[in-house]
T-cell receptor
């Protein structure tokens, strides 16, 4: 149980386009999901906390107008990278907490974004 | 912002040996968690230790937590080639937020 999926697993896009990444909890409901970014050989940096039915909470230094987060249901959160640029190329990982559960976060497999 | 610092940054040992990784943090925590990440993949949760616990075991894993020193260690005993991965500690903050350390790249040589 507690499986989180992400789609797509890899995406290559041209500079200036927007890319949407989906994060789904497959066998549980998640009131809270998190979005992280990881550059090569570095750690995960929390970008934002996504709460179902409300606006996301962004970490300091993360542009909310560039990284649009929507958490419209208890099993789906989306991250849209708007007007992507090469410096946005990274590994984006989401995680989810079981609704009513404790502290364990279940992580998705990640999405590799390459902006040309 | 990153809170955890891990050492060593990289560790290479022979199969069968024990591997110890350390994590230090700066602020108060609710819990500390250890994760494994294989190259280019997602994270796998290994173990969670709460702030009122001092030691926890799970199979070949042993985690200690010293809140007075704001540090934790992860010990993997009898290492295997399949243990090769990056290992991250993450401190649980309020509102279930996790702050990750820089990670230790572990290589187990057959």
């Amino acid at each position: 149980g507690a499986v989180v999926s992400q789609h797509p697993s890899r995406v290559i896009c041209k500079s200036g386009t927007s890319v949407k990444i989906e994060c789904r909890s497959l066998d549980f409901q998640a009131t809270t999901m998190f979005w992280y970014r990881q550059f090569p050989k570095q750690s995960l940096m929390l970008m934002a906390t996504s709460n179902e039915g409300s606006k996301a909470t962004y970490e300091q230094g993360v542009e909310k107008d560039k990284f649009l987060i929507n958490h419209a249901s208890l099993t789906l959160s989306t991250l849209t990278v708007t007007s992507a640029h090469p410096e946005d190329s990274s590994f984006y990982i989401c995680s989810a907490i079981v609704a009513g559960g404790r502290d364990e976060q279940f992580f998705g497999p990640g999405t590799r974004l390459t902006v040309l | 912002s990153q809170q955890g610092e891990e050492d060593p940054q990289a560790l290479s040992i022979q199969e069968g040996e024990n591997a110890t990784m350390n994590c230090s943090y700066k602020t108060s925590i609710n819990n500390l968690q250890w994760y494994r990440q294989n190259s280019g993949r997602g994270l796998v949760h290994l173990i969670l230790i709460r702030s009122n616990e001092r030691e926890k075991h799970s199979g070949r894993l042993r985690v200690t937590l010293d809140t007075s020193k704001k540090s934790s260690s992860l010990l993997i005993t009898a290492s295997r080639a399949a243990d090769t991965a990056s290992y991250f500690c993450a401190t649980g903050q309020g509102a279930q937020k996790l702050v990750f350390g820089q990670g230790t790249r572990l290589t187990i040589n057959p």
